[in-house]
């Protein structure tokens, strides 16, 4: 089977030594906060991410300046009804209302599988973890384990034949204590997440996302959907690995 390719950007560690800009001209998707990596590369993302729900000022601010920048944005739904001012959340973090660009495209979320995960922190099981993909069911994108693996499904479910990640490490650390909470081992800038993570927190997520990425590999593999794991070094090893720079020529 031969079609189109993309690559999917992860916010991992590896990110800080992998020569982004030799994806000029390629299908690209990044997440989150991958602008702090902005005054480092020039590649910017074909498509931009954001799939949680903001915490605060600095989150949305992150959202507003890939809009206002022109990015194409694929935005959670209930995060786009925050900017228009149909959904008012608690706290002082909200803009004023404005209207959507042509250019921001809300998308639907799984509610019953959001930000669910393999096991609670104290080892109980989480109700709220699925038995897999479930796009022929719902139709929508199920955010378990990570917004990551929204972009894989939306990727499959376009009709690309051929998904690369990158910068998908695994591995995660955590935090040694919560009066370290400005160094974040976990993502590609030390200021990343300023939010404290426990070692119990840590193994969860491991857990999880390999679990998230069997699940993307159960419900690809038969479609003749294949996925490659580009991310230099890392953990992850639910794919086949392929070089970077070999794939790019």
């Known amino acids: 089977m031969s079609g189109r390719r993309v690559f999917l950007v992860a916010n991992g560690p590896s990110l800080a030594h992998t020569p982004l800009d ?35 000022k600095q989150n949305m601010s992150d959202i507003l300046w890939h809009i206002q920048e022109g990015y194409p944005c694929w935005i959670r739904r209930d995060v786009c009804e925050i900017i228009t001012g149909k959904y008012v959340p608690a706290g002082d973090w909200a803009p004023a209302p404005q209207p959507l660009p042509t250019w921001v495209h809300p998308w639907e979320y799984c509610i019953t599988h959001n930000a669910g995960f393999i096991r609670n922190e104290d080892g109980t099981p989480d109700p709220r973890r699925p038995d897999g993909w479930h796009l ?34 695994l591995g995660f650390k955590g935090r040694p204590s919560q009066d370290n909470d400005n160094l974040d081992l976990d993502h590609f800038d030390p ?6 993570a426990s070692l119990a927190r840590a193994a969860m997520d491991n857990d999880t996302q390999n679990e998230m990425f069997r699940h993307a590999l159960a419900w690809c593999a038969p479609r003749g959907i294949r996925i490659w794991n580009a991310t230099r070094g890392g953990h992850l090893e639910v794919f086949p690995r392929v070089d970077f720079g070999e794939v790019l020529g």
């Not at 929508?140 to 384990?145: A, D, E, F, R, V």
């Open 191 to 196: 200021k990343y997440n300023h939010r404290y």
């Open 136 to 169: 022929d069911e719902l139709g929508t994108l199920c955010k378990y384990g990570s917004g990551y693996n929204c972009m894989m499904q939306q990727a499959a479910l376009e009709g690309y034949t051929d998904i690369y990640l990158v910068g998908a490490d």
């Open 22 to 56: 030799d994806l000029q001209g390629e299908e690209v998707w990044m997440m989150a906060r991958i602008h702090l990596l902005y005054n480092r590369i020039q590649i910017r993302p074909t498509r931009y991410w954001w799939s949680d729900h903001p915490q605060d």
